[in-house]
């Protein structure tokens, strides 16, 4: 297999304003990179969310150079959200906004009539 590209990439840990520069090739994958900046910064991998051009590196198995990362390019690093619990928090809000939407008062009116009319729409 060819030796990808060596390249310099600046990494910005957003939590702390830490600019880590790490040497890596094209051929390095997202997840090599994860476990390198973890050795960096003492951030585990699984909580490192990366973005590169305002798109997340979220798969692992992608290489740098699919991503279009070139040397000297900047990746953002911010804290991951746990992935699976997003989803039904989420859910959860809008069912509260939805139970909230089509409360009534004790005498059976709507507590906000105009909401109540739009969430039967």
């Known amino acids: 297999t060819m030796e990808g590209a060596a390249l310099q990439v600046t990494v910005a840990v957003i939590q702390t304003d ?9 051929d390095t ?4 990179l994860k476990a390198i900046i973890e050795a960096e910064t003492q951030v585990p991998a699984h909580s490192q ?5 305002q798109q997340l590196l979220g798969d692992n198995s992608q290489t740098l150079q699919a991503a279009g990362v070139k040397d000297g390019d900047l990746i953002q690093m911010g804290p991951s959200q746990p992935q699976a619990r997003a989803p039904q928090q989420q859910q959860q809000q809008q069912q509260r ?11 059976g009116s709507a507590v906000s009539p105009v909401e109540f ?5």
Request: charged share 20%; proline share 3%.
């Open 18 to 26: 830490q600019l880590v520069t790490v040497h890596v090739s094209s």
């Open 117 to 121: 009319i739009h969430s039967y729409k």
């Open 49 to 53: 969310a990366l973005v590169f051009c």
């Open 29 to 32: 994958t997202v997840g090599t």
């Open 97 to 107: 906004q939805q139970d909230r939407r089509r409360a009534v008062n004790p005498d």
